[in-house]
């Protein structure tokens, strides 16, 4: 068996780097306001996987736990949002999916947190919508 991950990815400056085993259990875009402060932009888009299939390495990565029982991993030297990481989702780790490499391969199949939308934000591409997280965790 290969020990070569399936999925690399790296933050603006490089500094650091994503190592993943396997492929999401889901891709979301997340419209909750601590994503959009996170990332300053209208939603952020999320590959959910296995804590134990995902190694981040770098000298940059810096840790801001944005509320309680949340941690938010990000580049101290670009600014690249990393990583979410909650209570509610003991085993997973969400990559902010657009520093991974591929991230063209991966299909995102729904939005989460509508109801803090952007009102200029028009949702045309037809994936469900959920008001917050996902309908298993409504
Ligand atoms: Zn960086
Ligand atoms: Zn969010």
Not at 6 to 33: Q, R
Not at 53 to 71: A, E, Y
Not at 77 to 98: D, K
């Amino acid at each position: 068996m290969s020990m070569e991950p399936d999925h690399l990815g790296k933050c603006l400056c490089g500094s650091v780097k994503l190592e993943v085993m396997g492929e999401p259990k889901w891709v979301a875009h997340c419209h909750c306001p601590s994503c959009q402060k996170a990332t300053s932009a209208a939603f952020a888009t999320y590959a959910g996987f296995d804590k134990s299939s995902v190694l981040i390495t770098g000298d940059g990565l810096t840790v801001f736990r944005s509320s309680p029982g949340v941690t938010r991993r990000f580049c101290g030297q670009c600014g690249s949002a990393v990583s979410f990481e909650g209570e509610a989702w003991p085993e997973e780790i969400h990559l902010h999916m657009l520093l991974l490499d591929d991230a063209a391969d991966f299909e995102p199949q729904a939005h989460t947190y509508v109801k803090n939308r952007q009102p200029w934000v028009h949702m045309q591409d037809g994936l469900p919508t959920h008001r917050t997280f996902g309908a298993d965790k409504e």
